[in-house]
């Protein structure tokens, strides 16, 4: 029998992210993927918020330009996109403190395959596909999957845990968990229930050449306008009268493709969903007149129906729901598995991130740390879970928000809401209505009860991310710097005249607390300074925020409301040490050395299940 630490079941994005942290964090994983390629057909398109600062911590950066491109705004229109916008909001601004994209519109083959390349390699992880799990069992504190390989044979693997990440009708929770632990996805806070025909569409160019009668080419428009034209760059939302639409670009512009959904409430499996979609969007891809140039002579002119490639057209049923429980023992839910949203919040693929990266740090804990007890181990995953509920939640906000604009249309309180914000951007330097989602993630699980922090101690936040460098550094975002190498945690420390003196004050902390070197060791100290700071011993790096004119002259894009400053803005000016975890939420701050050894040992106890 085969033997790993980690059994997950599905190479989705969110079983894909698991392994990659948790490669990172040298704890060994097998995945059972039951197809034997990556399905091609494109499903979630988007990618946001946090999920975007996720995909750089997991390395993903580079990829980017193959896997999707940053969209410049969200339009919302009345009917259809070829309508002005309603409302339409701008997604270059720094709103959320994390200097990347706040979205992010991918191919989502192209980002599991980024992700598999990520593992190829790694000693830590094994993909397995082809395999269809049969069955599981638990044998004290190790559990055994049964599955069938590629070629039909009967297999078996153990391991401390099993992940479902498998979606909403996967076997781990439809077939293991809801029969013996009662576990189910049930509705949220946020009630949606309804039928939409997806579509993915490829658009290819007409040139004078392949259409020679189309009537825009005597108006001087070039391939590349007509395209602008009629498939308008962002994300758009259209609302009654007409049915409810999400449609947009996704993939790297040189794609050229186009997600186009729209609800049938009515849908029955008599009716024809390529009709369908032709008769929805034939209207919006037509136009009579065009900004800057007015009326078309020749009257309405149509996109060539036959530059529009279908390479999926399918009704979907979409709701919100999320489990009433995310673990049952060694047995945890993520991704699909455990929560599914509508269209319109592009908060699936970013759900299922965010559960992999707050979970893989604490599998290494509970692996590497000697004698966890039962209802330790227990309390550790109940702080996951609680947090994870939390944020479900915020993301069926956001979801709800656009689910009211795309399915009811405008409102005289969201009218009011544009106004105030409009009059405040008059005043001179006013950044506008506060922007409440930005307000939340700001504030990170600070309100969560029973969340892995110390309320004593200021923990819950969420660090910010911007550049740093250092004495002979180049500008390096803030995460990739100050990410764990190894451990759970790092242990980051503001200095002030004397780098050195405080780094080993906050050393000597880690000794005194006598904390496992799995949480923290003294390589975890990292050293920032508010300022440029240049006269450290050659041994000891310091950090600081990049100047934003610094930034521009090594030619970096600098985006509105960006701040070197934000890395600090969610601290106490008398913080002095920040024990930061993995997922770069903070556990608690200290003042002082004294203080920071009180944090510590809270942190451990919570670790063994003593609150005392």
């Avoid at 290819?204 to 009629?230: A, C, N």
């Avoid at 969903?273 to 009579?288: D, F, G, K, S, V």
């Avoid at 000016?573 to 930061?580: A, E, K």
């Amino acid at each position: 029998m085969d033997t790993t630490e980690v059994i997950i079941v599905g190479a989705g994005p969110a079983g894909l992210a698991l392994a990659i942290c948790l490669s990172r964090l040298r704890v060994k994983s097998i995945i059972l993927e039951k197809e034997t390629e990556i399905v091609e057909d494109p499903r979630g398109v988007a990618i946001t918020h946090d999920a975007v600062r996720i995909c750089w911590n997991l390395g993903l950066g580079g990829d980017m330009d193959k896997i999707g491109e940053e969209l410049p705004h969200f339009n919302f229109h009345k009917t259809s996109f070829a309508n002005p916008p309603f409302f339409s909001a701008d997604s270059h601004p720094d709103s959320f403190a994390q200097t990347l994209p706040s979205s992010i519109f991918q191919i989502q083959p192209m980002l599991e395959l980024a992700m598999r390349e990520k593992l190829k390699n790694s000693q830590y992880c094994e993909l397995r596909c082809g395999c269809t799990v049969t069955g599981r069992k638990q044998d004290g504190t190790s559990i055994i999957a049964e599955y069938k390989n590629a070629k039909g044979q009967s297999r078996t693997v153990r391991g401390s845990w099993l992940i479902g990440s498998d979606g909403k009708r996967g076997v781990v929770r439809k077939h293991f968990l809801e029969p013996t632990a009662g576990i189910r996805q049930v509705d949220s806070a946020y009630k949606y229930d309804g039928t939409w025909v997806a579509a993915n569409l490829h658009i290819s160019l007409p040139t004078p050449k392949s259409h020679p009668d189309f009537p825009l080419w005597e108006l001087g428009y070039t391939p590349d306008q007509v395209y602008d034209l009629f498939w308008p760059n962002g994300w758009h939302f259209g609302s009654p009268p007409g049915k409810p639409l999400a449609a947009g670009r996704f993939g790297p512009h040189k794609a050229r493709l186009w997600r186009h959904e729209f609800a049938q409430n009515d849908w029955n499996d008599s009716m024809d969903a390529e009709e369908l979609l032709w008769e929805h969007l034939i209207p919006m891809i037509t136009r009579n007149c065009d900004k800057g140039v007015g009326k078309f002579p020749s009257g309405d002119v149509t996109y060539p129906r036959d530059c529009i490639e279908i390479r999926r057209c399918r009704p979907f049923h979409f709701t919100h729901k999320v489990v009433n429980k995310w673990f049952d023992d060694r047995t945890i839910l993520i991704g699909d598995a455990a929560h599914v949203f509508p269209p319109f919040g592009g908060q699936g693929i970013a759900s299922g991130l965010r559960d992999a990266q707050q979970l893989a740090w604490r599998l290494m804990l509970l692996q590497r740390l000697p004698n966890v007890s039962r209802s330790s181990h227990n309390e550790i995953l109940q702080a996951w879970a609680q947090e994870r509920t939390y944020s479900v939640k915020l993301a069926a906000s956001l979801t709800s928000f656009n689910g009211q604009l795309c399915n009811y249309g405008d409102s005289w309180g969201f009218w009011l809401m544009r106004t105030i914000d409009w009059a405040l951007r008059q005043i001179p330097f006013s950044p506008g209505f506060p922007d409440s989602f930005a307000k939340n993630e700001a504030g990170g699980f600070t309100t969560v009860d029973g969340g892995f922090f110390s309320t004593k101690h200021s923990g819950g936040g969420r660090l910010p991310q911007v550049y740093l460098s250092s004495r002979l550094g180049i500008p390096t975002l803030s995460d990739a710097i100050l990410a764990p190498t190894h451990t759970a945690m790092t242990l980051l420390v503001i200095a002030g005249g004397s780098p050195e003196s405080d780094v080993a004050e906050a050393r000597k902390a880690l000794d005194e607390a006598e904390i496992d070197e799995a949480i923290m060791n003294h390589d975890s100290v990292k050293a920032i300074c508010q300022k440029p700071f240049t006269g450290a011993a050659d041994n000891l790096k310091v950090y600081y925020p990049t100047p934003v004119e610094e930034l521009s002259e090594a030619g970096m894009t600098v985006r509105p409301l960006y701040a070197p400053s934000n890395l600090f803005s969610r601290f106490k000016p008398s913080t002095r040490f920040v024990v930061l975890r993995a997922d770069f939420f903070t556990f608690g701050l200290a003042k002082n050395a004294s203080e920071l050894v009180e944090c510590l040992v809270n942190l451990k106890h919570r670790l063994h299940g003593d609150m005392s």
